[in-house]
């Protein structure tokens, strides 16, 4: 079998995969698929395209320097990420945020922690330009692809022409493309699957739903698809060391304020949080999130079982559960 049969036959499955979703179900249940959607897998994509663009996602010779990798900062052994809370760059000088999971990112309808961008090509496109991150720039680049092997003839054979600016950033989005984390236990739920998720992670989800998580970690991505005012309420136990103290209610947000809601997906492994990286501990961002976004304290054991659900967010890619050796799992 070719590839691209190889790839039908994959879709195809899937597709019966997707006829046995339920129908019916309890309000719980049809107000959790009105929320929420399983993720799916990635659509056809050219797997030629897919192996140029993972090659050129671990090879240092996008940077400036030559020394870093799109993957040193987005590790896929490391749950698409690095354990630090400040991304450090081409120059050796932290970057200031986090560097964000590339996991699902096509499914991300804003991307960067500000959420200012729309394009995958153009936040990736921003990166390598970036002086603070890989510091290259395109005649550099294209000089460099073209001079030898692989990439000059692996170019021109599938683009018909040396690297450009254009298909080296075809190549890029076409692999996170494929960065999906389909069949975590949440999807298997979401599809109908009652024994998907234990009596104390399905609290943890009314729990989400009923605190308000879900009217912004919301959609495939349990986020990705607005910005928010990072800290709508006071802290109710007053601002902590790493947290400013937000304006009163009511005021316009300003830019600086506004961050994108980030995704939730395979979260347990991605940590530090927040785009400063500023807690280790999912349990804390979740009292944060309940302090900061909902003024409310939330009790130890609703932290502990929304804790619970997040943990089922961790999907599978290469046909293994996702996985972060650096990433100590919640007690
Ligand atoms: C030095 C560390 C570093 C390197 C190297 C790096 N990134 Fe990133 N990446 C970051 C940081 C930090 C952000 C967040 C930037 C922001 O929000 O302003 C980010 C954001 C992203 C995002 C947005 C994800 C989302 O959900 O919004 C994508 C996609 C991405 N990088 C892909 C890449 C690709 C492709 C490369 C290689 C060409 C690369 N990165 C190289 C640190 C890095
Ligand atoms: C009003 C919108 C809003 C609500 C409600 C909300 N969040 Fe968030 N959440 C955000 C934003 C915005 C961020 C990103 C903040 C930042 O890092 O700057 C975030 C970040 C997070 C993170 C860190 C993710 C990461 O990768 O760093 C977690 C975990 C999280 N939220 C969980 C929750 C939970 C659990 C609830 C309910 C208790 C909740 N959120 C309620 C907007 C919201």
Same mark, same amino acid.
């Given at each position: 079998m070719n590839r691209p049969d190889r790839l039908r036959c994959a879709l195809a499955g899937l597709g019966t995969a997707l006829l046995v979703a339920p129908v019916g179900g309890s309000a719980t249940e049809v107000r959790e698929r009105r929320t929420f959607a399983p993720l799916e897998a990635a659509a056809a994509l050219d797997l030629d395209k897919v192996a140029l663009g993972r090659k050129l996602f671990s090879d +240092?010779?996008?940077s400036r320097s030559q020394a870093i990798s799109c993957a040193s900062c987005h590790d896929l052994a490391r749950g698409g990420t690095v354990s630090l809370s400040s991304a450090i760059a081409n120059d050796g000088k932290e970057h200031g945020f986090n560097a964000p999971t590339?996991?699902?990112? &096509? &499914?991300?309808y804003l991307l960067g922690w500000r959420g200012t961008h729309k394009s995958l090509e153009v936040l990736n496109e921003k990166v390598l330009l970036d002086p603070r991150l890989m510091a290259a720039d395109w005649s550099l680049l294209a000089d460099r692809l073209d001079q %030898?092997? +692989?990439y000059a003839s692996w170019f021109r054979r599938i683009y %018909?022409?040396?690297?450009d600016r254009t298909n080296v950033l075809d190549a890029l989005v076409t692999f996170q493309r494929s960065l999906v984390t389909a069949n975590s236990r949440f999807d298997r739920h979401l599809r %109908?699957? #009652?024994? &998907?998720?234990t009596p104390s992670e399905r609290k943890g989800l009314q729990l989400f739903m009923s605190y308000g998580c #879900?009217?912004?970690?919301?959609?495939v991505n349990l986020g990705g698809n607005m910005r928010q005012r990072f800290g709508i309420f006071s802290d109710p136990a007053g601002p902590s060391v790493n947290e400013t103290a937000s304006p009163p209610v009511g005021t316009p947000a300003s830019e600086e304020d506004l961050f994108r809601v980030p995704s939730l997906r395979n979260v347990a492994i991605t940590g530090p949080y927040f785009h400063d990286g500023r807690v280790d501990s999912l349990s804390e961002a979740v009292s944060i999130m309940g302090r900061r976004q909902l003024g409310q304290t939330l009790a130890p054991s609703d932290i502990e079982a929304i804790v619970a659900f997040l943990n089922t967010l961790t999907g599978e890619y290469d046909g293994r559960p996702l996985e972060n050796p650096a990433t100590s799992i919640d007690p």
């Amino acid at each position: 079998m070719n590839r691209p049969d190889r790839l039908r036959c994959a879709l195809a499955g899937l597709g019966t995969a997707l006829l046995v979703a339920p129908v019916g179900g309890s309000a719980t249940e049809v107000r959790e698929r009105r929320t929420f959607a399983p993720l799916e897998a990635a659509a056809a994509l050219d797997l030629d395209k897919v192996a140029l663009g993972r090659k050129l996602f671990s090879d +240092p010779i996008l940077s400036r320097s030559q020394a870093i990798s799109c993957a040193s900062c987005h590790d896929l052994a490391r749950g698409g990420t690095v354990s630090l809370s400040s991304a450090i760059a081409n120059d050796g000088k932290e970057h200031g945020f986090n560097a964000p999971t590339v996991f699902n990112v &096509a &499914a991300n309808y804003l991307l960067g922690w500000r959420g200012t961008h729309k394009s995958l090509e153009v936040l990736n496109e921003k990166v390598l330009l970036d002086p603070r991150l890989m510091a290259a720039d395109w005649s550099l680049l294209a000089d460099r692809l073209d001079q %030898g092997r +692989p990439y000059a003839s692996w170019f021109r054979r599938i683009y %018909g022409r040396k690297a450009d600016r254009t298909n080296v950033l075809d190549a890029l989005v076409t692999f996170q493309r494929s960065l999906v984390t389909a069949n975590s236990r949440f999807d298997r739920h979401l599809r %109908g699957d #009652a024994s &998907a998720l234990t009596p104390s992670e399905r609290k943890g989800l009314q729990l989400f739903m009923s605190y308000g998580c #879900a009217s912004c970690h919301q959609g495939v991505n349990l986020g990705g698809n607005m910005r928010q005012r990072f800290g709508i309420f006071s802290d109710p136990a007053g601002p902590s060391v790493n947290e400013t103290a937000s304006p009163p209610v009511g005021t316009p947000a300003s830019e600086e304020d506004l961050f994108r809601v980030p995704s939730l997906r395979n979260v347990a492994i991605t940590g530090p949080y927040f785009h400063d990286g500023r807690v280790d501990s999912l349990s804390e961002a979740v009292s944060i999130m309940g302090r900061r976004q909902l003024g409310q304290t939330l009790a130890p054991s609703d932290i502990e079982a929304i804790v619970a659900f997040l943990n089922t967010l961790t999907g599978e890619y290469d046909g293994r559960p996702l996985e972060n050796p650096a990433t100590s799992i919640d007690p």
